[in-house]
């Protein structure tokens, strides 16, 4: 495709999470909206009839497998292969702390880990920062609007009414309270890539999260 060095470097990367968001989003949309779950419409449903050691739905099963197996990955693409930038870190520690929600959710039986299928809309098929594509209002509507009403409300809220005594109650919440934080410092990086396009600081679309060459001479 004719692309400078750097930008071949970081094409599989990129194709990689294209492919799989494309996948995870859509089978999310198809459990959200074609099936008989209430989750989107009802978050607090999932917490109706709760019981310890319940049955995990085939459907949902699968998508625990699919999202457990993309974040344990995810962990060792940051960390040993993808192109390290200046929210590396905060990515690591997305990628963890998802992965617990996820098998904590699941080993527990508890309804947690579905909320985070009313959130997959959030996941848009370019990652979660690649500038131009997280110029899309749909970024901020979904991550810091729905995720917080829908998800933090039901959790938070919702769960305690339908389950006073539900376990691991500060522990899940304490970890949804963590991804809203990264969501707001991930907005806050698009905010700045506005600005410098607005203010001619920034000629061509880069992302504002690499390192430029004094940097990475630094680093």
Known sequence: CNLQPKDAAKMPESAWKLLFYTLSWSYGIYLLFFTDYPFFYDPPS???DWKKGMDVPTDIAIAYLLQCSFYGHSIYATAYMDTWRKDSVVMLLH???TLTLIAFSYAFRLCWGKLRWVSC??????GPLNPPCSLCPGRFWFRLYWFPLKVLYATCYSSLQSVPNIPFYFFFNALLLVLTLMNIYWFLYIVLFVAKVLMGQMKEVNDVREYDVEDSKKT
């Open 46 to 48: 999932v917490f109706y």
């Open 121 to 126: 809309l959030s996941r848009d098929p370019c």
């Open 95 to 97: 990628h963890v702390v």
